[in-house]
């Protein structure tokens, strides 16, 4: 981007439309003059000619219609038949400058020939001195308007100036001042708001950012501390101590760090999704992958009824990422499930999507959280949240992979239970990376 003077460039702007204006104005005013210059002679001379033929109709000697007929603007010359000639009219060149002639033969002259002249020299020159004259106050308009320009300019972006004071503050660690625009429906009001929604958008990003640090450190610290318990219970225990104690210990110590290891890998999915993760698109049997994530949940719930309905449907899609999606969601839904409950995956094309829809019989999301489910490291405090040591970065991970591969996830209102809708473009619309 040019980052030239706008000040320069708005008065400079300013002063080339004015000149180009003036100078139109001062073309059309020349040729105005000219047509009226024109029509003034054409009058006069039309005039002395009709007086001629109305003195030689009423049968005026030639010295007395010369002599009524020559004017102060126009020169009169008669020449009879015989030659003899009146008027002091200096014949001079037809096309010279200023000149227009008009000679007449016929009529009651009976042969003589009478020619006029008229000397629109003065004409000529009040129009130069018109010309000079309107050139000169042009010159003076553009240099008023240029003086005026400095400080108008300047006057009329300082809105421009505020937003970059305002743009320092903020830098400089002043959050939560903003423009405030009194008449938003202006040009310069339109800027401002929308610098306003930009500074909002920004400010709740980093407000995002802080909480979601603070949250997932806060998640981190219990593995963590669960891992040093452990260990130091394992440092400090007896030579003598029953096996028993030891495995006990043992398992402890392995579950604490696969919750740690889980929590740092939906992290590290999380910043992937942010930063834009590279899929690796493949023709892939998306019902064969929902089947896998079923036969997994059964194993892990024998208590639930785990069901899969639909048909195959062969998408392009990253196959890992997929079944990372499906996999939550089942999780998802069999946590939430109470024991005897039911979970059903369907799978199915609509139109040039395929769409899976994962429903359980559990308590269901209330009507405030059905959106917020999909906020990172946000857990419910009703029944639904069944789950033990969930961090609450399953649903915004599937989400953001549904949504890298041109898809989404939503939630979908149901009763008995709660319902999410997983949609997936059968062909990439997005370029390979």
């Known amino acids: 981007m040019r980052t030239v003077s706008l000040r320069r460039r708005v008065t400079l702007t300013a002063l080339a439309v004015l000149a180009v204006v003036l100078a139109g104005v001062l073309l059309t005013l020349q040729l105005l003059f000219s ?102 106050a042009g010159v003076v308009a553009l240099l008023v ?133 590279e899929l690796q698109r493949q023709p892939a049997d998306v019902r064969a992958m929902a089947a896998t994530q079923v036969d997994r949940a059964r194993l892990q719930h024998p208590d639930r009824t785990v069901e899969l309905t639909g048909d195959e449907v062969v998408a392009e899609v990253d196959p890992d990422r997929v079944a990372q999606i499906v996999a939550n969601l089942v999780d998802n839904a069999c946590q939430a499930t109470p024991p005897g409950g039911r979970v059903s995956v369907t799978v199915a094309r609509s139109g040039d999507a395929v769409e899976i829809v994962v429903a359980d019989t559990g308590p269901g999301v209330s009507p405030a959280d059905q959106e917020r489910i999909f906020d990172r490291l946000v857990r419910l405090d009703d029944a639904r949240d069944r789950r033990a040591g969930g961090s609450g970065l399953g649903l915004p991970i599937a989400r953001g992979f549904a949504r890298a591969h041109g898809g989404d996830l939503s939630y979908l209102p149901g009763s008995p239970g709660a319902r999410f809708r997983l949609v997936l473009p059968l062909t990439s619309a997005l370029p390979r990376r």
């Open 35 to 136: 047509v009226a210059t024109n029509r003034t002679v054409n009058a006069i001379l039309a005039d002395r000619v009709q007086l001629a033929q109305q003195l030689a109709a009423q049968k005026v000697g030639a010295a007395e219609l010369i002599q009524r007929v020559d004017a102060r603007s126009v020169r009169a010359q008669l020449v009879l038949p015989d030659g003899e000639t009146f008027g002091s009219l200096n014949l001079r060149a037809a096309n010279e400058p200023g000149v227009r002639r008009v000679r007449l033969d016929s009529g009651p002259l009976k042969g003589a020939r009478l020619t006029l002249e008229a000397d629109a020299g003065l004409l000529s020159g009040a129009r130069a001195t018109l010309f000079r004259l309107s050139a000169l």
């Open 145 to 277: 308007t240029a003086v005026a320009l400095v400080f108008g300019v300047r006057f009329a972006l300082s809105p421009l100036d505020a937003m970059t004071r305002l743009t320092r503050s903020i830098a400089r660690g002043g959050r939560g001042r903003r423009l405030s625009p009194s008449q938003p429906d202006t040009e310069l009001g339109r800027t401002a708001q929308a610098f306003d929604e930009m500074l909002d958008a920004l400010e709740g990003s980093e407000q995002r950012t802080k909480r979601f640090v603070a949250d997932a450190a806060h998640e981190l610290r219990t593995p963590v501390a669960g891992l040093q318990a452990v260990a130091d219970a394992m440092l400090q225990q007896r030579p003598d101590a029953p096996p028993e104690e030891r495995e006990r210990l043992q398992l402890l110590l392995g579950r604490e760090a696969r919750r740690a290891g889980k929590l740092v890998d939906d992290l590290l999915d999380l910043a992937r999704i942010d930063a834009g993760i």
